[in-house]
């Protein structure tokens, strides 16, 4: 029940920020109509076009950031493992640009350091004494690990903890001090498809398990080829099998095994893990389901950016991922909700049984502080603030836990499906390998998973994931 009430609270949250964004038809994704001024949401004051709510006179965050260009000639690093990639080839400049109201105000530069050795780069420079000033953590289980050596928020930091969605607390409080604040949020359930493609093979949007299996025989049965997946990403090759392990955990096991799982209440060998892992490789082992044998091992070495992109070409019919996904598709793809003409939309992965709960998986990233620095804090405010989630999600498709955002500055209605896709969640669970140890969630979990996907034996991925887990 407590889980419930949070999603409920998630749900209520996020429709809050999204059911202005109906409006919109843009085949894009919704970018913004900047032709006008705006009213920025945490000032009340005109903001120039496209800022999501810039420099006011009093200043940005609702006047907590002066703009005095009191940083000017400081330079605030963000450690991110956001890069460029085919899919996303300016993404570290979208992000850089988000910046641009505060760089305005204050004189700050900002130095995004985008990397796929986030994991590796992380702990050595958190650790080693060389931090970044600012660090942008996907897993709270790395954050809880290197927790000793960040910066605990300053109050006027940590106050904004009220401003986000329910659920997130732990993932950022150590020991009782907060550490970091929520930036960004996706949900996970979610599977990409063609819409003209199933209609031209008659195909409908499965509601059970079982008939996601039916349908995936079906269109092998008709000479297609049913999924494409993708897992490749530096160091962080591995990560995408994980998501699959948490939503057919959570459908097939439950939310109490779920969180039993996670915590480590039950080992990662058990044989309701077993019966998960196997249901995952009767898609992502099957060559049916991928095409070849060799698809099946290409798995590994595609990135994940690109395991989706197939679906455009008719080359396969579904990719499981994300709803971050929808900005990684090709240049000129248009992706929208489900009662869009888009070219791309998405489904809910369905539960195991008509009538079970509808169940979530989600995630997000955290801003912890490697250093103690006005600038510092000034770049975490403005990176958590109403004014950049504006931006966000308008220009690069990004939600966020705020809770307070006004829903008249978002345009996007694939975001407001998003929403509407957790208003009818009955249960929401957080990533598990982002909540897991990091030897395990950011470690082991990967890299046994990627060997199993080119050949590995499903026992012996599971007990050595068990083997590695730190002990108590």
């Given at each position: 029940m407590r889980h419930t009430r949070r999603v409920a609270a998630l749900a209520m949250a996020t429709s809050m920020v999204f059911i202005a964004a109906c409006g919109s038809d843009d085949d894009d994704g919704g970018t913004a109509d900047t032709s006008a001024p705006t009213e920025s949401a945490a000032t009340g004051d005109t903001a120039a076009p496209g800022t999501g709510g810039g420099a006011a006179p009093e200043g940005l965050v609702n006047g907590e950031i002066p703009c005095d260009q009191q940083h000017a000639g400081k330079t605030v690093s963000i450690l991110s493992p956001v890069r460029n990639s085919?899919?996303?080839?300016?993404?570290?400049?979208?992000?850089?640009?988000?910046?641009?109201?505060?760089?305005?105000?204050?004189?700050?530069?900002?130095?995004?350091?985008?990397?796929?050795?986030?994991?590796?780069?992380?702990p050595v420079l958190v650790q080693g004494g060389s931090p970044p000033d600012v660090i942008d953590f996907p897993q709270p289980g790395l954050l809880r690990t290197l927790a000793p050596n960040l910066i605990t928020l300053p109050d006027n930091v940590a106050a904004h903890t009220a401003d986000f969605i329910p659920g997130w607390e732990d993932l950022y409080t150590v020991d009782g001090e907060v550490k970091a604040l929520p930036w960004r949020a996706n949900v996970k359930s979610t599977v990409w498809y063609s819409k003209a493609a199933f209609e031209e093979g008659g195909y409908t949007v499965p509601e059970t398990l079982e008939e996601l299996q039916a349908l995936s025989d079906q269109i092998v049965a008709d000479g297609g080829t049913p999924w494409c997946a993708g897992i490749e990403s530096g160091v962080a090759t591995g990560w995408p099998i994980t998501d699959w392990f948490e939503d057919f955990m959570l459908r097939i096991n439950g939310p109490e095994v779920y969180d039993q799982w996670v915590a480590h209440e039950i080992p990662f060998n058990d044989p309701q893990v077993l019966a998960v892992a196997e249901a995952v490789g009767s898609y992502l082992k099957n060559p049916e389901y991928i095409g070849s044998d060799n698809a099946v091992k290409a798995i590994a070495t595609t990135k994940f950016q690109d395991g989706g992109v197939p679906i455009t070409t008719g080359d396969c019919y579904m990719h499981r991922q994300a709803s971050f996904y929808s900005t990684l598709f090709p240049e000129g793809t248009s992706v929208g909700p489900p009662d869009s003409d888009s070219d791309i939309t998405w489904f809910y992965l369905p539960v195991a049984e008509a009538g079970d709960p509808k169940a979530m998986l989600g995630a997000g990233d955290l801003l912890a502080a490697g250093t103690d620095k006005p600038e510092t804090w000034d770049v975490i405010l403005y990176a958590i603030s109403s004014e950049y989630a504006v931006e966000m999600a308008n220009e690069h498709g990004e939600l966020s836990p705020r809770n307070d955002v006004d829903p008249s500055l978002i345009t996007d209605p694939l975001l407001a499906s998003f929403a509407e896709l957790l208003a009818s969640s009955e249960v929401f669970r957080f990533d598990g390998a982002d909540m897991m140890p990091s030897a395990v969630g950011s470690g082991t979990f990967w890299t046994e998973a990627t060997a199993w996907i080119v050949g590995g034996s499903t026992e012996a991925m599971l007990d050595n994931i068990e083997a590695s887990w730190p002990a108590s």
């Open positions: 085919e899919g996303d080839p300016n993404a570290i400049q979208i992000f850089t640009d988000f910046w641009q109201p505060l760089v305005d105000c204050t004189g700050v530069k900002i130095d995004f350091q985008g990397t796929d050795q986030f994991e590796v780069q992380a």
